[in-house]
């Protein structure tokens, strides 16, 4: 099992940046492939960003292409999610997955395919 804790999130004005952390413990970080989602009140919880357990494929959901940057570090056994150019519509309580992932270049983009989440870290942007 692995254990996933967020942070980083908060309250920003539109255009601004922020840079959320997810550090795992248990199981060998190098073994999932990770993602994050976001679910905002109302609406289902959708895929944001995705990266394989080495870091060489990377995958992001058009809303946020160009914005976001993911990335891991797993030698902290931590996963990130860059975000600058924020805008409201990218208020939502940001969650991190985890998966055990046997092939190195893969990445997951359906929430059905994470075992392991986090309990969320929440992100404001006002306008």
């Known amino acids: 099992q692995v254990q996933l804790v967020e942070s980083g999130g908060g309250l920003v004005q539109a255009g601004g940046s922020l840079r959320l952390s997810c550090v795992a413990s248990g199981r060998t970080f190098s073994s999932y492939a990770m993602g994050w989602f976001r679910e905002d009140a109302g609406k289902e919880r959708e895929f944001v960003a995705a990266?394989?357990?080495?870091?060489?494929?990377?995958d992001y959901a058009d809303s946020v292409k160009d914005r976001f940057t993911i990335s891991r570090d797993n030698a902290k056994s931590t996963v990130y999610l860059q975000m600058i150019s924020l805008k409201p519509e990218d208020t939502a309580v940001y969650y991190c997955?985890?998966?055990?992932?046997?092939?190195?270049?893969?990445?997951?983009?359906?929430?059905?395919?994470?075992?392991?989440w986090g309990q969320g870290t929440q992100v404001t942007v006002s306008s």
């Open positions: 997955a985890a998966v055990n992932s046997f092939r190195s270049g893969s990445y997951y983009t359906r929430r059905d395919q994470y075992n392991y």
């Open positions: 990266i394989s357990k080495f870091g060489g494929s990377k």
